[in-house]
């Protein structure tokens, strides 16, 4: 079975960063895609961004230019560095994987989630 760990949520000051780091493990086979999601208190889960096994990298609109994804070259570990943080970026992030098992049977799963608060 695969897991994912999220890690580096905290508190932080508006205008401040912080650097979240995402960890699978398990019987993989190969990764293809990992994402981050937010989801803030009483709203809807959100896209943050995507990075998939060529590195092509996708983020939503309301990060694009303050948020960079980057991993190592099997997706084993993505990093999201958050810059110029703003009170509307406080919430739980949540890692996403896809891929394949060991025995060649696709997963998809999620994290469980670290929170991110940005203070004014």
């Known amino acids: 079975q695969v897991q994912l760990v999220e890690s580096g949520g905290g508190l932080v000051q508006t205008g401040g960063s912080l650097s979240l780091a995402c960890e699978a493990s398990g019987s993989i086979f190969r990764i293809v895609a990992m994402g981050w999601y937010r989801q803030a208190p009483g709203k809807q889960r959100e896209l943050v961004a995507t990075?998939?096994?060529?590195?092509?990298?996708n983020y939503g609109d309301s990060v694009k230019g303050r948020f960079d994804i980057s991993g190592d070259s099997a997706l084993s570990t993505v990093f999201l560095q958050m810059n110029n943080l703003k009170p509307e970026d406080t919430a739980v992030y949540y890692c996403n994987a896809a891929g394949y098992y060991s025995d060649r049977r696709h997963f998809e799963l999620w994290g469980q989630g670290t929170l991110v608060t940005v203070s004014s």
């Open positions: 990075i998939n096994a060529g590195h092509s990298i």
